[in-house]
């Protein structure tokens, strides 16, 4: 069974920074690609970044590239969101996911329950 857990979310003011942390448990990390979504109130699933298996390639959506960073450390098991320059649009829950190398949601198979991520204008 794979559980993924986040953590590093909160509050920041616009123009701030946060760093989110996803930790897998399982022993096939490496072999699949790791994303992000994220989920305003009222709003649907969007996807934020995505990293495949050897984090040696990166796709972003539009509203976070230049401003948002993926990347992943396999020997921790863990996937990583760098958010700079950080916007109240940006207030969402933000999920991390395994699965292939996709901005599509039905590519992911498994699920983090989510961490808070408000920002203040």
């Known amino acids: 069974q794979v559980q993924l857990v986040e953590s590093g979310g909160g509050l920041v003011q616009a123009g701030g920074s946060l760093r989110l942390s996803c930790v897998a448990s399982?022993?096939?990390?490496?072999?699949?690609?790791m994303g992000w979504f994220r989920q305003a109130p009222g709003k649907e699933r969007e996807f934020v970044a995505a990293?495949?298996?050897?984090?040696?390639?990166?796709l972003y959506g539009d509203s976070v590239k230049g401003r948002f960073t993926i990347s992943r450390d396999n020997a921790k098991s863990t996937v990583y969101l760098q958010m700079n320059s950080l916007k109240p649009e940006d207030t969402a829950v933000y999920y991390c996911?395994?699965?292939?190398?996709?901005?599509?949601?039905?590519?992911?198979?498994?699920w983090g329950q989510g961490t808070q991520v408000t920002v203040s204008s």
């Open positions: 996911a395994r699965g292939s190398y996709s901005y599509i949601n039905s590519q992911y198979d498994y």
């Open positions: 399982g022993r096939t990390f490496s072999s699949y690609a």
């Open positions: 990293i495949r298996w050897g984090g040696g390639r990166t």
